[in-house]
Protein backbone atom coordinates (compact mmCIF):
# COMPACT_ATOMS: atom_id res chain seq x y z
CA UNK A 1 0.00 0.00 0.00
CA UNK A 2 1.25 3.42 -0.42
CA UNK A 3 -0.05 7.11 -0.10
CA UNK A 4 2.72 9.65 -0.72
CA UNK A 5 1.05 12.49 1.62
CA UNK A 6 3.40 15.43 1.42
CA UNK A 7 7.38 16.02 -0.15
CA UNK A 8 9.20 14.44 2.88
CA UNK A 9 6.95 11.58 2.49
CA UNK A 10 7.29 10.88 -1.85
CA UNK A 11 11.09 10.89 -1.12
CA UNK A 12 11.16 7.90 0.92
CA UNK A 13 8.80 6.30 -0.89
CA UNK A 14 10.42 6.83 -3.94
CA UNK A 15 14.38 5.84 -2.72
CA UNK A 16 12.84 2.76 -0.81
CA UNK A 17 10.50 1.17 -3.94
CA UNK A 18 14.01 1.64 -6.21
CA UNK A 19 15.43 -0.37 -4.04
CA UNK A 20 12.40 -3.34 -3.41
CA UNK A 21 11.99 -2.95 -7.77
CA UNK A 22 15.63 -4.00 -8.06
CA UNK A 23 14.94 -7.21 -6.29
CA UNK A 24 12.52 -8.10 -8.95
CA UNK A 25 9.56 -9.41 -7.04
CA UNK A 26 6.50 -9.22 -8.61
CA UNK A 27 4.38 -6.38 -7.00
CA UNK A 28 1.34 -5.41 -5.65
CA UNK A 29 0.34 -2.01 -4.98
CA UNK A 30 -2.63 -0.58 -4.19
CA UNK A 31 -2.48 3.39 -3.52
CA UNK A 32 -4.46 5.65 -1.40
CA UNK A 33 -4.76 8.75 -3.22
CA UNK A 34 -0.98 10.31 -4.25
CA UNK A 35 -0.44 12.74 -6.98
CA UNK A 36 0.14 11.52 -10.36
CA UNK A 37 3.86 12.07 -10.67
CA UNK A 38 4.03 9.07 -7.47
CA UNK A 39 2.12 6.96 -9.86
CA UNK A 40 3.62 7.44 -13.07
CA UNK A 41 6.79 7.27 -10.81
CA UNK A 42 5.65 3.63 -9.92
CA UNK A 43 4.09 2.45 -13.18
CA UNK A 44 7.53 3.03 -14.14
CA UNK A 45 8.74 -0.41 -13.03
CA UNK A 46 7.79 -3.68 -15.29
CA UNK A 47 7.43 -5.60 -11.98
CA UNK A 48 4.79 -3.09 -10.16
CA UNK A 49 1.37 -4.09 -10.70
CA UNK A 50 -0.17 -0.61 -9.62
CA UNK A 51 -4.02 -1.74 -8.01
CA UNK A 52 -7.03 0.70 -7.60
CA UNK A 53 -9.67 0.68 -5.18
CA UNK A 54 -12.34 2.29 -4.47
CA UNK A 55 -11.95 2.55 -0.37
CA UNK A 56 -8.47 4.11 1.26
CA UNK A 57 -7.00 2.96 4.10
CA UNK A 58 -4.64 0.87 5.50
CA UNK A 59 -6.79 -2.82 5.29
CA UNK A 60 -8.68 -1.59 2.39
CA UNK A 61 -5.84 -1.09 0.35
CA UNK A 62 -3.46 -3.92 1.85
CA UNK A 63 -6.93 -6.05 1.20
CA UNK A 64 -6.80 -5.69 -2.38
CA UNK A 65 -2.96 -6.40 -2.89
CA UNK A 66 -3.08 -9.56 -0.71
CA UNK A 67 -6.36 -10.39 -2.95
CA UNK A 68 -4.26 -10.11 -6.08
CA UNK A 69 -1.65 -11.77 -4.43
CA UNK A 70 -3.76 -14.53 -3.76
CA UNK A 71 -5.37 -14.58 -6.94
CA UNK A 72 -2.32 -15.26 -9.08
CA UNK A 73 -1.78 -18.54 -7.15
CA UNK A 74 1.77 -17.92 -5.51
CA UNK A 75 2.50 -20.46 -2.41
CA UNK A 76 3.66 -17.62 0.10
CA UNK A 77 3.42 -13.80 -0.31
CA UNK A 78 5.77 -11.20 0.81
CA UNK A 79 3.49 -7.91 3.07
CA UNK A 80 5.54 -5.16 3.92
CA UNK A 81 4.99 -1.20 4.49
CA UNK A 82 6.62 1.22 1.31
CA UNK A 83 8.97 2.98 3.63
CA UNK A 84 11.44 0.42 4.49
CA UNK A 85 14.18 1.49 2.65
CA UNK A 86 17.02 0.11 4.86
CA UNK A 87 15.32 -3.04 5.15
CA UNK A 88 15.11 -3.47 1.31
CA UNK A 89 18.58 -2.31 1.14
CA UNK A 90 20.25 -4.70 3.82
CA UNK A 91 17.87 -7.36 4.76
CA UNK A 92 15.91 -8.78 2.33
CA UNK A 93 17.75 -9.77 -0.62
CA UNK A 94 19.02 -12.27 2.14
CA UNK A 95 15.64 -13.18 3.31
CA UNK A 96 14.49 -13.92 -0.45
CA UNK A 97 17.59 -15.80 -1.04
CA UNK A 98 16.96 -18.19 1.94
CA UNK A 99 13.58 -18.85 1.89
CA UNK A 100 12.58 -21.99 0.88
CA UNK A 101 8.54 -23.48 0.90
CA UNK A 102 7.18 -25.19 3.54
CA UNK A 103 4.00 -25.78 3.70
CA UNK A 104 3.85 -25.96 7.20
CA UNK A 105 4.97 -22.65 7.94
CA UNK A 106 2.13 -19.77 8.61
CA UNK A 107 4.13 -16.67 8.95
CA UNK A 108 7.89 -15.50 8.46
CA UNK A 109 8.28 -12.15 10.42
CA UNK A 110 11.04 -9.95 10.11
CA UNK A 111 11.78 -9.17 13.66
CA UNK A 112 13.91 -6.70 15.60
CA UNK A 113 16.83 -7.48 18.06
CA UNK A 114 16.78 -5.38 21.44
CA UNK A 115 19.53 -2.63 19.87
CA UNK A 116 16.64 -2.20 17.06
CA UNK A 117 14.01 -1.96 19.07
CA UNK A 118 15.54 0.40 21.39
CA UNK A 119 16.02 3.16 18.19
CA UNK A 120 12.09 3.77 17.97
CA UNK A 121 10.42 6.59 19.72
CA UNK A 122 9.36 5.47 23.12
CA UNK A 123 6.34 6.14 23.06
CA UNK A 124 6.31 3.66 20.22
CA UNK A 125 7.90 1.10 22.15
CA UNK A 126 5.92 1.22 24.84
CA UNK A 127 2.84 0.52 22.52
CA UNK A 128 4.54 -2.29 20.59
CA UNK A 129 5.74 -3.73 23.41
CA UNK A 130 2.14 -4.14 24.45
CA UNK A 131 1.06 -5.64 21.30
CA UNK A 132 3.99 -8.02 20.99
CA UNK A 133 3.40 -9.16 24.60
CA UNK A 134 -0.68 -9.87 23.58
CA UNK A 135 0.41 -11.71 20.80
CA UNK A 136 3.35 -13.82 22.74
CA UNK A 137 0.45 -14.56 25.09
CA UNK A 138 -2.22 -16.12 22.48
CA UNK A 139 0.83 -17.56 20.62
CA UNK A 140 3.01 -18.56 22.63
CA UNK A 141 5.85 -17.31 20.70
CA UNK A 142 7.65 -14.26 22.70
CA UNK A 143 8.78 -12.37 19.54
CA UNK A 144 8.71 -8.39 18.11
CA UNK A 145 5.61 -8.52 15.91
CA UNK A 146 5.21 -5.08 15.10
CA UNK A 147 8.17 -4.43 13.05
CA UNK A 148 6.01 -4.73 9.92
CA UNK A 149 7.27 -7.57 6.91
CA UNK A 150 6.89 -10.29 7.00
CA UNK A 151 5.79 -13.81 4.76
CA UNK A 152 2.66 -15.42 5.23
CA UNK A 153 1.00 -18.56 3.36
CA UNK A 154 -1.59 -17.63 0.80
CA UNK A 155 -3.95 -19.82 2.76
CA UNK A 156 -4.24 -17.48 5.56
CA UNK A 157 -5.75 -15.22 3.46
CA UNK A 158 -9.10 -16.12 2.86
CA UNK A 159 -9.51 -15.94 6.89
CA UNK A 160 -9.13 -12.27 6.60
CA UNK A 161 -12.66 -12.12 5.09
CA UNK A 162 -14.51 -11.24 7.98
CA UNK A 163 -12.47 -7.85 8.50
CA UNK A 164 -13.98 -5.07 8.61
CA UNK A 165 -12.18 -1.63 7.00
CA UNK A 166 -11.70 0.09 10.16
CA UNK A 167 -9.49 -2.69 11.88
CA UNK A 168 -6.52 -0.68 10.51
CA UNK A 169 -3.25 -2.39 11.71
CA UNK A 170 -5.01 -5.07 13.75
CA UNK A 171 -5.38 -7.01 10.33
CA UNK A 172 -1.30 -8.15 11.03
CA UNK A 173 -1.89 -9.49 14.51
CA UNK A 174 -5.37 -11.25 13.51
CA UNK A 175 -2.82 -12.99 10.90
CA UNK A 176 -0.67 -14.22 13.07
CA UNK A 177 -3.42 -15.12 15.57
CA UNK A 178 -5.26 -17.16 13.23
CA UNK A 179 -2.14 -18.78 11.76
CA UNK A 180 -1.74 -20.31 15.19
CA UNK A 181 -4.92 -21.37 15.53
CA UNK A 182 -5.00 -22.95 11.87
CA UNK A 183 -2.22 -25.13 13.28
CA UNK A 184 0.49 -23.24 11.02
CA UNK A 185 4.06 -22.37 12.42
CA UNK A 186 5.17 -18.98 13.24
CA UNK A 187 8.87 -18.11 12.81
CA UNK A 188 11.14 -14.93 13.09
CA UNK A 189 14.20 -13.57 11.45
CA UNK A 190 15.62 -11.29 13.91
CA UNK A 191 17.53 -8.42 12.47
CA UNK A 192 18.89 -5.12 13.65
CA UNK A 193 16.44 -3.09 12.21
CA UNK A 194 17.15 0.55 13.19
CA UNK A 195 14.54 3.59 13.00
CA UNK A 196 15.25 5.49 10.52
CA UNK A 197 16.57 8.72 11.41
CA UNK A 198 13.46 10.80 9.70
CA UNK A 199 10.89 8.78 11.98
CA UNK A 200 12.25 9.47 14.82
CA UNK A 201 9.74 12.64 16.32
CA UNK A 202 8.00 11.42 19.56
CA UNK A 203 5.36 14.34 18.66
CA UNK A 204 1.75 14.53 20.38
CA UNK A 205 0.39 13.54 16.99
CA UNK A 206 2.36 10.59 16.49
CA UNK A 207 1.62 9.41 20.27
CA UNK A 208 -1.74 9.72 19.25
CA UNK A 209 -1.20 7.52 16.16
CA UNK A 210 0.53 4.97 17.89
CA UNK A 211 -2.55 4.94 20.69
CA UNK A 212 -5.59 4.28 17.53
CA UNK A 213 -2.54 1.93 16.37
CA UNK A 214 -2.96 0.16 19.98
CA UNK A 215 -6.32 0.03 19.63
CA UNK A 216 -6.56 -1.59 16.40
CA UNK A 217 -4.06 -4.58 17.28
CA UNK A 218 -5.86 -5.20 20.84
CA UNK A 219 -9.68 -5.29 19.02
CA UNK A 220 -8.45 -7.71 16.42
CA UNK A 221 -5.99 -10.05 18.88
CA UNK A 222 -9.42 -10.19 20.74
CA UNK A 223 -11.53 -11.23 17.65
CA UNK A 224 -8.78 -13.71 16.55
CA UNK A 225 -8.73 -15.58 19.65
CA UNK A 226 -12.60 -16.05 20.05
CA UNK A 227 -13.95 -19.23 18.77
CA UNK A 228 -14.87 -19.42 15.25
Known amino acids: MTWARDEAEEQ ?3 ESLQHLAALE ?3 FITDGGSGKPFLDFLRGFS ?3 LLETKTSGVWPQVHNSLMEAYNKGSHFILYTEPDKRDFFMQALPGIV ?4 VDESLGILLATRSAAGFASFPAFQQMTETTINNCCSEITGLN ?7 FIMNRLLVPSLAELKN ?3 WGWRPFAFVMANKMGYDLKAIEGDYFCPVEQREDCVSERIYRMRQLSENMEAIVLAAKPH
Open 12 to 14: LLR
Open 143 to 149: IDYTYGP
Open 47 to 49: NFN
Open 97 to 100: QQFF
Open 25 to 27: LTV
Open 166 to 168: AIG
